[in-house]
């Protein structure tokens, strides 16, 4: 068995008449976490949602070596993909286990989708305190825990996480990446991780991608691209 999840090849993606990604080749292996960075306009949601099918797309997706690149999002979904999207698409108006039990939509294991709450639970204990209250009303953090967990109900094999950090305190966000690094190693979830904070992402991810107005312009471990000095200077801050 190949130790690739998923493989991206040609990755062309459009909206309307504007193409935002020019040909992009990639891969993440197998309980591994990679990391894209770049700056605003980069391209980089727009990965996400070509891989979920969320956007006009030709090229190569696939996943375990099936191609999924001509499926759509719902199907997609049932493969094992989950996507946290940026600003974390919670159902507002819905309690937190309603918002979990819409993340498990697509499975028939009662059992399973009874264990995958309390293990969510178990991770974010804050959210099982507040397991009947809308999800409008929880804290910006609360509402990046219900999305991660959101996801999980699915038991995906690959997590698409989309700017997690974002808009959240300092201490919160360092809490969330290290509930994220221990989901990774204990329930072997792989992830494709979208950060702007670049020292973030490359704590967590063991390989990066550097993408520039569409286009990847740099590859390596975490810790070659974290002594490039281009990304030191502009990324790092270093």
Do not use: W
Request: charged letters at 25%.
């Amino acid at each position: 068995m190949s130790d690739i999840l998923l493989e991206v090849q040609g990755l062309h993606a459009s909206y309307g008449q504007s193409e935002v990604l020019h040909g992009l080749d990639f891969t993440l292996k197998r309980g591994g976490i990679t990391a894209i960075l770049g700056a605003n306009g980069a391209g980089k949601t727009t990965t996400l949602r070509a891989i979920c099918g969320l956007v006009a797309r030709r090229g190569v997706v696939l996943l375990e070596g099936e191609r999924i690149d001509a499926r759509k999002t719902e199907q997609i979904t049932r493969l094992g993909v989950a996507h946290v999207p940026d600003g974390r698409g919670t159902f507002i108006d819905l309690t937190v286990e309603e918002n979990l039990r819409l993340g498990a939509y697509a499975r028939r294991d009662r059992a399973g989708v009874a264990q995958d709450f309390e293990l969510v639970y178990g991770y974010f204990p804050k959210l099982a305190e507040r397991r009947t209250q809308q999800a409008g009303t929880l804290s910006g953090g609360e509402q990046q825990m219900l999305a991660i967990s959101r996801a999980l109900m699915l038991r995906p094999r690959l997590l698409l996480l989309d700017e997690p950090s974002f808009g959240l305190a300092p201490l919160m966000v360092k809490g969330i990446f290290a509930i994220m690094r221990r989901i990774n190693t204990e329930q072997k979830v792989s992830m494709l991780l979208v950060e702007q904070n670049a020292n973030l992402a490359l704590d967590l991810a063991d390989h990066a991608y550097l993408l520039e107005t569409g286009r990847i312009v740099l590859a390596g471990s975490s810790g070659e691209i974290r002594k490039d000095d281009s990304v030191r200077r502009a990324y790092l801050g270093t």
